[in-house]
């Protein structure tokens, strides 16, 4: 790590770096015009002041929605002249604060992912993981089959899915990246519904040997079992994962890139934070009055499967959200800047 950082170190010299018009940090220069049009809220902006602060070409790109930040526009009395925001900074606010509703309806896809990790393989360690005398599969070796999905079913999606789309649809993506994602949610939600099968039997079968009280018991039921739901998770990554990265670091400003990739990565950081309190508020409910919790140390007086159930009616819930705000996205999305 030491020898990766001074290598790093000694080749930004020779990077090559974009020459910034504007050198105000893009956290900055949008959390002023929200500022701004905070301050100007009493004040009105009328079509005859807008269409004087725009030039006919930004007229006609400016969107319609979130018509309250062109109040940023408005110099009021007193103030400085280069304290008013310019119209390319009213127009990034109101690309970044466009995104916020598609990011909020795929944080169910955080909560999602975060499961593969933790629940997924400890699933694993209870189950037969024999493959010859003398070796038993760890159960996190699992994980390779995401990856493994990943590696057959992006060709596949290349050169069989997207052809096939762009022959019904006319694009030359096949789909939509809006589509993409909508398409891996709803993958996700068949994933989590595998699973709480799954462990349903699990359960069905310490119960019939007797296992139930016995933590440490190996259930005679092979570990293979959990082979398609870390497949479906693979498939739906093609999809959700690079469909968010595309859509989020298109949709904003070319200065603002950085943060497009930021909301992105942030979906799954969240999401997880999101999977960390809703445990915690299960086991705080689930265990009063002396009962197990859902998630007890003992997997076999457990209940997973319920845990599961529940994601994927959050996951029906959250693609039902994200359905409404990608329509909406779409509507108010003609005319604006990014015309990815």
Not at 23 to 36: L, N, T
Not at 239 to 260: A, C, H, I, K, W
Not at 278 to 287: T, W
Not at 314 to 340: C, D, E, P, R, W
């Amino acid at each position: 790590m030491i020898i990766a950082l001074i290598v790093f170190l000694l080749g930004t010299r020779t990077y090559r770096f974009n020459i910034k018009v504007n050198d105000k940090s893009p956290f900055i220069r949008i959390g002023r015009v929200f500022v701004a049009a905070i301050r100007n809220w009493r004040n009105s902006l009328s079509t005859t002041d807008f269409e004087e602060e725009c030039d006919g070409l930004l007229r006609r790109q400016s969107s319609e929605q979130f018509n309250f930040l062109n109040k940023a526009l408005l110099t009021p009395k007193g103030s400085k002249e280069d304290e008013t925001c310019s119209r390319s900074e009213v127009e990034e606010a109101k690309a970044v604060l466009r995104l916020v509703p598609i990011w909020t309806s795929t944080l169910v896809y955080g909560i999602v992912f975060a499961q593969v990790f933790t629940f997924f393989t400890k699933q694993g360690t209870s189950m037969e993981r024999t493959i010859f005398p003398g070796f038993d599969i760890p159960p996190s070796s699992l994980q390779t089959i995401k990856w493994l999905a990943i590696v057959l079913f992006c060709p596949i999606y290349e050169h069989i899915f997207v052809p096939l789309a762009r022959v019904i649809t006319g694009k030359p993506s096949g789909i939509t990246m809006l589509q993409r994602i909508g398409t891996g949610i709803f993958i996700s939600i068949f994933m989590v519904v595998f699973a709480a099968f799954v462990e349903t039997k699990r359960l069905k079968i310490a119960q019939k040997y007797g296992l139930v009280d016995d933590p440490n018991a190996t259930v005679p039921m092979s570990i293979w079992w959990l082979v398609p739901q870390y497949f479906l998770f693979g498939v739906f990554e093609v999809f959700t994962m690079v469909g968010l990265q595309e859509f989020f670091y298109d949709q904003v400003p070319n200065e603002l890139r950085s943060m497009g990739l930021a909301l992105y990565l942030s979906i799954v950081g969240v999401g997880s934070f999101l999977s960390g309190f809703l445990i915690s508020l299960i086991e705080h409910f689930s265990g009063k009055d002396g009962h197990e919790t859902w998630f007890c140390d003992n997997i076999n007086k457990a209940h997973f499967d319920y845990f599961y159930w529940l994601l994927a009616g959050l996951s029906v819930m959250g693609f039902t959200l994200y359905i409404y705000f990608a329509k909406f996205y779409i509507y108010n999305h003609k005319g604006t800047i990014t015309q990815g």
